[in-house]
């Protein structure tokens, strides 16, 4: 499989990484989870130490290094490569202590729990990639949908 092109829109921590030229990186269709009754897009911001992909770099870059190192996925170039084909996968969709938050947990090798932020901005409603992690074995949270994966930019 080859991956497409990513690239970024800005190197501000609002800006988003790019997937050939388009900031959704998936979609979750309406319905899936209560209260969100319209297609909602999925998105890498830069971030900074708190979200986004500096982030993932900052706080789980041995993992994606041990991960690339195995060659359990060969095609990781960069975190948005890693959060791309992450999506790219079935998952759970669980509750987190926050409203706007929700974790999917994807078991498909490498095992990850993602977290995603919904972010209104008023002409604007998408989910932002807040982190993306080994999953462990606990994990807290009601689960409250299945993601199944629906590329935007196809």
């Known amino acids: 499989m080859s991956l497409p092109l990513f690239s970024l829109q800005g190197n501000r921590k609002f800006n988003f990484w790019l997937v050939d030229g388009n900031k959704n990186f998936a979609m979750i269709p309406a319905n899936t989870i209560v209260d969100v009754n319209h297609d909602t897009a999925i998105r890498l911001q830069v971030g900074d130490r708190f979200f986004g992909e500096k982030h993932i770099i ?36 669980y509750s987190t202590e926050s409203t706007d938050k929700m974790k999917i947990v994807m078991n498909i090798s490498p095992d990850a729990l993602m977290v995603l932020k ?8 998408f989910f932002t990639v ?25």
Do not use: M
């Open 58 to 93: 900052d706080r789980h870059d041995h993992w994606i290094n041990s991960l690339i190192k195995k060659g359990i996925i060969e095609q990781i170039n960069s975190v948005a490569s890693l959060v791309w084909l992450k999506l790219g996968q079935r998952g759970n969709i």
């Open 118 to 125: 919904y972010i209104d901005t008023g002409n604007d409603k």
């Open 130 to 154: 807040l982190t993306l992690y080994k999953t462990t074995s606990y994990i807290d949270g009601e689960k409250i949908g299945t993601y199944l994966p629906r590329f935007r930019y196809r």
